[in-house]
């Protein structure tokens, strides 16, 4: 009965691992737009020596 219980929960764990992969093959490009914005909106962020430029 142990040997079944380890066995189930090795399937389950690869049942879940494969769900995820599943998932960010299929949001990867919503995964990919957030990524690049939130580059560029700390690309844009202003310095905190901005204020001293003259």
Do not use: H
């Not at 690869?14 to 990919?32: K, N």
Request: hydrophobic fraction near 50%; include cysteine.
């Amino acid at each position: 009965m142990k040997t079944a219980r380890f066995v189930l929960k090795i399937v389950a764990f690869s049942l879940a691992a494969a769900a995820a992969v599943c998932a960010v093959v299929a949001y990867w490009d919503q995964i990919a737009g957030l990524c690049g914005c939130a580059k560029c909106k700390l690309q844009a962020a202003p310095s905190e020596y901005d204020d001293y430029e003259e």
